[in-house]
């Protein structure tokens, strides 16, 4: 009996939250956009549209620039596609400095909503599609 290889292995378990959210880390954005390219690939975005941008501005405690992921609030679905099979959306899981963090935020002992109390994290509410089975 042969085992699946790895990248075949997906969770079968839906992802049910209560309050699905992304809370971004600004502290550990480096800019990358390895968020925006893995959302423009999973979503097959065309030529020239983006679902979320990556922006820079200016620091506003010390001299620098922060780097700012933007999400289109109209057409993010914060992954439901994916969290079907049990899979975060693809922005997270593409980002290398774990800037961004999926969970449940109507659930204090989420790690995402500890992130998002911890960092004082101020909520850019938008309809979201619902992440149910």
């Not at 959302?39 to 620091?59: D, Y």
């Not at 790690?111 to 911890?118: F, G, S």
């Not at 994290?121 to 992440?131: E, G, I, S, V």
Request: aromatic fraction near 6%; charged fraction near 25%.
């Amino acid at each position: 009996m042969s085992q699946a290889p790895p990248w075949e292995e997906v969770p079968r378990a839906p992802l049910a939250y209560e309050r699905p959210g992304i809370v971004v880390d600004l502290r550990r954005c480096i800019g990358c956009h390895a968020c925006s390219v893995a959302c423009k690939t999973e979503h097959q975005e065309p030529l020239g549209s983006f679902r979320m941008r990556v922006r820079w501005l200016p620091r506003p405690d010390r001299p620098g620039l922060a780097f700012l992921p933007l999400f289109d609030a109209e057409r993010c679905d914060l992954g439901a596609g994916r969290a079907r099979f049990g899979l975060r959306p693809a922005c997270v899981e593409a980002c290398p400095t774990h800037a961004l963090a999926f969970g449940d935020l109507g659930d204090p002992a989420d790690p995402a909503a500890e992130l998002a109390r911890r960092l004082e994290a101020a909520p850019l509410d938008a309809p979201r599609a619902k992440l149910h089975p």
